[in-house]
């Protein structure tokens, strides 16, 4: 979905699978004009670049626009694995600066790899830290509390998290089959949460939860009574949440498809 301050906004795609904008001035523009794209398919990509061009032809060339990308689209598409793949991220932030954007702002992105793609001073990623520390400090501290990082490639962001909140940070990991790229085997040395009365999951994307779920069903089976908090950044959640049967409670920042987190976390 694309927004444009000051502005409302008609989108509609046309019988031959076109996709057009109208934008309607509500109020006095002010500059640089500010579009946030909340991503949820590659229309959005498409629908983005149409209203800059709207935007553009109405106030001229060199008319400033910002862009607010809560969830960078294809940022888990950042290398090309086999011959043959595209490599997705590039090809997104290609689209992007054609735009030729002021500001590019971004939340807990899950690559490092885009940030080195604009020019200097473009592009800004809001760390998972200021995203978390503060409501986690204020909200979820509860006993003696622990961070868990889900997998070697969320550690270094627990740590900055742990480092601000004060919080002991736990690493689980995940053995991968290489040709598949499935889950084979989760592991967490349950001696670190003894005596521990939360332990709160912390990652960028939560996606179907697989990761997040077989990490819960690990921690409990080992005999962890305590409150198992889930804080993901982006919240897909394309299978639902019945699955997250082992957590107490859900966070997100960015609930992408809108799911009833509310009622999960106040269930009976």
Known sequence: ????????????????????????????????????????????????????????????SDVAIELTVPYFPFSRQDRVMTDGESFGLQVVVDMIKMCNFVGVTTWDIHSDVAGAM???????????????????????ISGKTVLVSPDAGALKKIYKVAKQTGLDAVEAKKVRDVATGQ??????????????????????????????????????????????ILCVTHGIFSKGLDAFIDFNAIYTQNNINNVDIDAFNNRG
């Not at 061009?53 to 106030?59: F, G, M, P, S, V």
């Not at 604009?118 to 204020?138: L, R, Y």
């Not at 989760?186 to 077989?214: K, N, P, S």
């Open 1 to 60: 979905m694309i927004t444009v301050d000051g502005f409302e906004n008609k989108f509609w795609t046309f019988p031959g699978g076109e996709r057009s904008v109208k934008l309607t001035p509500q109020t006095p523009s002010s500059f640089p004009i500010k579009i946030r794209m909340d991503f949820k398919n590659s229309d959005d990509l498409v629908d983005m670049m149409l209203a800059v061009n709207a935007l553009r032809h109405w106030y001229g």
């Open 118 to 140: 604009f020019p200097a001073g473009v592009f800004v990623n809001i760390s998972q830290e200021d995203i978390w520390a503060n409501e986690i400090a204020g909200n979820m």
């Open 183 to 228: 889950i084979v085997k989760t592991e967490i040395a349950i001696g670190q949460l003894v005596g521990v009365d939360t332990a709160i999951i912390i990652d960028d994307i939560c996606d179907g939860g697989r990761t997040f779920i077989e990490l819960a069903q690990v921690i409990r089976n080992r005999g962890f009574t305590g409150k198992l």
